[in-house]
């Protein structure tokens, strides 16, 4: 039987030990989100650090209690550092977090995304499209060929990807967490799906790779599992709540990034979702 309670609980005291801790996590991130993935992981209460190299990477991925790796905007240096801080990461026990995004384009992405089976990141983030081709290019089932992707939108619904987002979690021992309209995060075993959020998360650049930035935050605080629902679930809060003080997305981005800071844990655990056996 699934504690509903037991789970709000945990969210709770992994909100409650971030913002006590200031955790390190590190990043090595999309180019054109750099600054709000930074901003959104001080906001709950982390510390960001931001890299490119593979030695700076690696003293990161050692000292920081957690990583955040997203392909977004691939520089060619990633080729040597991502596949290096990604075993790094997976020899060390220490957690991370993987966007796989826009997988499908380019030989090097597809390269860099095989690779990362082998390091079984802790938490996978990404829309469905992205999480059905991941899964496909790893050969777990519910996948499909990554070359029905289009870019970084998605377009497959976030039921559509249950299966694949379940056999990654399988794979990895960790939680793949699915961003859509309603939000479904699993480890495997069971399936959280989260509500909230707003409209206008579509309308600037950065809530999806922030999301992952802050998902690594709270893996330095709880399991997989507990750390991507947390993520989603404040996400889904301070969404809703930013979108009602606003009227466009530029004030929208300012505001979501307030209400990110002000959220408390007993808030965010209380964001309504439901919890279903696999």
């Not at 991130?29 to 959104?40: E, G, H, R």
């Not at 931001?50 to 000292?63: I, N, R, S, T, W």
């Not at 796989?100 to 089976?117: E, K, N």
């Not at 959020?197 to 930035?213: A, D, N």
């Amino acid at each position: 039987m699934i504690n509903k309670e037991d789970i709000q609980n945990q969210v709770i005291q992994a909100v409650e030990t971030v913002k006590r801790a200031n955790p390190m996590a590190g990043s090595i991130t999309n180019t054109v989100t750099i600054n709000f993935v930074a901003n959104a992981q001080l906001a709950v209460g982390g510390s960001a650090a931001m890299v490119y190299l593979p030695d700076e990477g690696e003293f990161l991925a050692k000292v920081g209690g957690a990583t955040y790796i997203n392909v977004g905007t691939l520089l060619p240096v990633y080729e040597q550092t991502l596949p290096h801080i990604a075993k790094v990461l997976h020899d060390t026990g220490k957690p991370w977090v993987l966007d796989p995004v826009a997988i499908g384009i380019g030989s090097l992405r597809t390269q860099l995304l095989r690779q990362f089976r082998e390091y079984k990141p802790s938490i996978i983030r990404g829309n469905a499209s992205e999480i059905i081709a991941l899964a496909g290019l790893w050969g777990l089932d519910g996948g499909t060929d990554v070359s029905n992707v289009r870019g970084v939108d998605s377009t497959d619904s976030v039921n559509a990807s249950k299966a694949a987002a379940v056999s990654l979690a399988k794979w990895t021992g960790g939680a793949v967490a699915v961003s859509g309209k309603t939000d479904l995060i699993t480890d495997g075993s069971i399936i959280a799906f989260s509500h909230g959020g707003s409209h206008f998360m579509e309308k600037i650049t950065g809530s999806g790779c922030s999301l992952g930035g802050v998902a690594a935050v709270y893996a330095t605080a709880a399991s997989p599992f507990i750390a991507a629902l947390t993520a989603t679930a404040v996400y889904n809060l301070v969404g809703a709540r930013a979108e009602n003080k606003v009227e466009g997305p530029g004030s929208f981005q300012i505001q979501f990034l307030d209400e990110l800071y002000k959220a408390t844990a007993t808030d965010i655990a209380n964001n309504p979702f439901e919890i279903e056996e696999v």
